[in-house]
């Protein structure tokens, strides 16, 4: 039981959150334009029942988020998670790239503490504005002791979606994240927290450890009538693994899959994943997975199955029978 207000650790890398319109009603504006300590005041008549320390490590629209911000990111978290003066972590994020970011950090730290990513759809100023909102419900949700266990959690929209089931799946709607295989893990307001089930990761340490020299890893999507000429391209600029953004349950013409199979051949890793927004990607039921030595990406879809492939290769995890297990596992 906390006595005092939750101490929270607000770490700011931009995105519409802390974006300003240039009217409001029009549809343009400047994503990570907003500086946090100005977010944090507007915030402040809000009446947050926690104490918040803002740190900016970014001003970016999350499009540019990449190993640069994640390092800052990672060790920020890590040096918060490590604070017993700490009680929790919110990180302001743009929408494009934030399930990328909550996935990352969900295979890298230990889920001790709420971490919680929170954005938003419109910029401040603009009607209808969800960031402040976004925020307050972020903060409801970093500040209970239920939230530890879950690993990294993104609320946007009154809903609390878990990493590696979230996913941006509209590209201006207000409720714009949806979660495969699970829905929402909890409903949240600024006054209401309701979890639709218990932690199961209570005390779990990092599954893996930070890359240090992350591999180049790229997405190939499927598309009708393509040949293989793009693998070999990216064979050629040294991909150490690819993701196939496949059509349907992952498949590719027939001289795509062969490519990718002497890419397999040759050492890097392929996985399958779908172009398609929702359903499992199952070892060999179209694609003979045995034969050609792929890896079946099951819930992830292509952003989320290339981190956790970068993950696994920079963890030295190249071979196919142990890569379907962390995908299995998801
Ligand atoms: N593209 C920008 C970003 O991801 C703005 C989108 C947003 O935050 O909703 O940061």
Sequence with gaps: MIARLPRLLVLGTGGTIAGSAQSATGGSYAAGELRLDQLLNDLSGLGLEAELVAKPIAQIGSQDMGWDV????????????????????????????????????????????PVVLVG???????????????????????????????????????????????????????????GYPR???????????DWFGGATRVGEPARYGWPETPPRVAILTAGAGMDAKPVEALLGIGCKGIVLAGMGQGNAPGCVLDALSEAVKSGV????????????????????????????????????????????????????TAIQAAFDRG
């Excluded at 929402?184 to 209401?192: D, Y």
């Design 183 to 193: 829905g929402p893990i909890a409903r949240v307001t600024p006054s209401t927290l």
């Design 70 to 113: 994640w390092d800052v990111l990672h060790r920020e978290i890590l040096a918060a998670l490590n604070d017993s003066q700490m009680d929790g972590i919110l990180v302001t994020h743009g929408t494009d790239t934030a399930e990328e970011t909550a996935y990352l950090l969900d295979l890298t730290l230990p889920a001790d503490k």
């Design 269 to 320: 890793p392929v996985v399958r994943s779908a172009r398609v927004d929702e359903g499992l990607v199952d070892r060999n039921v179209e694609v003979d997975d045995d034969r050609y030595g792929f890896v079946a990406g099951r819930a992830l879809g292509p952003a989320k199955a290339r981190v956790l492939l970068m993950v696994l290769i920079a963890n030295g995890i190249t071979d196919a």
């Design 120 to 178: 938003a759809m419109r910029p401040a100023g603009a009607v209808g504005a969800d960031g402040m909102r976004n925020f307050a419900n972020a903060v409801r949700v970093a500040s209970d002791p239920d939230a530890c266990g879950r690993g990294p959690l993104l609320v946007m929209g009154d809903a609390v979606f878990a990493a590696k089931d979230v996913r941006k799946a509209a590209t201006s709607n207000i409720d714009a994240f949806k």
